[in-house]
């Protein structure tokens, strides 16, 4: 899933400017509001009985601005997957070099290659280092035991 989502923001990185920053700051994404609510026109709502999700009707009879909305979208996916997918962790590669179907990163820069191999060794050495602790750590704590057994029984 992970080289789909990059290649798709490549893809969206090529089509914005900078100008386009600007469209990326309005988008909050603590909200369900759509980045779009100020293009089209709504029915005014009645009364809300309960507290759940805004049920809001769109008004079919007011015409709706499509100028640049291609543009728009393409702007709003582009930072919702920079939000959502955060690229700058060396941890995201993992998964990718660890899949069969995409161990070898060809969708990932050469650096990225490496920073994830990288990344892996790293895991893998801490990893191995934690276990070679825990099974000597759990080995003195049986074999002091042992001797605590067999200096009660040579007593009684």
Same mark, same amino acid.
């Given at each position: 899933?992970?080289?789909s989502i990059l290649v798709l923001i490549q893809n969206l990185a090529s089509s914005t400017s900078s100008s386009d920053e600007e469209l990326n700051d309005e988008i909050d994404f603590e909200t369900d509001d759509s980045a779009f609510d100020e293009d089209i026109g709504f029915i005014a709502a009645q009364e809300e009985e309960e507290e759940g999700p805004k049920k809001r009707k769109i008004s079919i009879n007011t015409? *709706?601005?499509t100028a640049n909305m291609r543009h728009k979208i393409k702007n709003a996916l582009? $930072?919702?997957?920079l939000?959502?997918?955060d690229l $700058?962790?060396?941890e995201v590669f993992l998964?990718?070099?660890l899949d069969p179907k995409c161990k070898k990163l060809r969708f990932a820069t050469i650096s990225q290659r490496r920073e994830a191999e990288a990344t892996l060794? *790293?895991?893998y050495n801490?990893?191995?280092s934690l276990y070679q602790f825990s099974i000597t750590s759990f080995t003195k704590y049986f074999s002091s035991n042992e001797n605590q057994n067999n200096q009660r029984s040579q007593i009684y």
């Amino acid at each position: 899933m992970f080289p789909s989502i990059l290649v798709l923001i490549q893809n969206l990185a090529s089509s914005t400017s900078s100008s386009d920053e600007e469209l990326n700051d309005e988008i909050d994404f603590e909200t369900d509001d759509s980045a779009f609510d100020e293009d089209i026109g709504f029915i005014a709502a009645q009364e809300e009985e309960e507290e759940g999700p805004k049920k809001r009707k769109i008004s079919i009879n007011t015409p *709706t601005n499509t100028a640049n909305m291609r543009h728009k979208i393409k702007n709003a996916l582009y $930072s919702a997957l920079l939000h959502y997918w955060d690229l $700058s962790d060396g941890e995201v590669f993992l998964a990718c070099l660890l899949d069969p179907k995409c161990k070898k990163l060809r969708f990932a820069t050469i650096s990225q290659r490496r920073e994830a191999e990288a990344t892996l060794h *790293t895991k893998y050495n801490d990893a191995k280092s934690l276990y070679q602790f825990s099974i000597t750590s759990f080995t003195k704590y049986f074999s002091s035991n042992e001797n605590q057994n067999n200096q009660r029984s040579q007593i009684y």
